[in-house]
Nanobody, 114 residues
Framework: QVQFVESGGGLVQPGGSLRLSCAASGSIFSIYGMGWYRQAPGKQRELVATINTFGRINYADSVKGRFTISRDNAKNTVYLQMNSLKPEDTAVYYC????????WGQGTQVAVSS
């Protein structure tokens, strides 16, 4: 059974930074790429960044140049470094495997506000 535990969220002022972490149980890191998703109030969940097993990375246009995804296979952990945060980045952030979506974790809340 695969489980995701996200952490690192919080309240930050516009222009600030946060680093999110997602620890995954189960032996999936060597098999699947990983992705960070977010869901803002009243909106659908969207994919914001992916990193495959070879390290190839893609970003949504809305976060390109500000967010950086990385992974540590030895720790079964994927990270999302978020810089130059904007109020529109406010959302609950989740990780999952885009190829085969497993059950969602509890997510971590990010709030960007002055």
């Amino acid at each position: 059974q695969v489980q995701f535990v996200e952490s690192g969220g919080g309240l930050v002022q516009p222009g600030g930074s946060l680093r999110l972490s997602c620890a995954a149980s189960g032996s999936i890191f060597s098999i699947y790429g990983m992705g960070w998703y977010r869901q803002a109030p009243g909106k659908q969940r969207e994919l914001v960044a992916t990193i495959n097993t070879f390290g190839r990375i893609n970003y949504a246009d809305s976060v390109k140049g500000r967010f950086t995804i990385s992974r540590d296979n030895a720790k079964n952990t994927v990270y999302l470094q978020m810089n130059s945060l904007k109020p529109e980045d406010t959302a609950v952030y989740y990780c999952n495997t885009p190829t085969v979506l497993y059950s969602w974790g509890q997510g971590t809340q990010v709030a960007v506000s002055s």
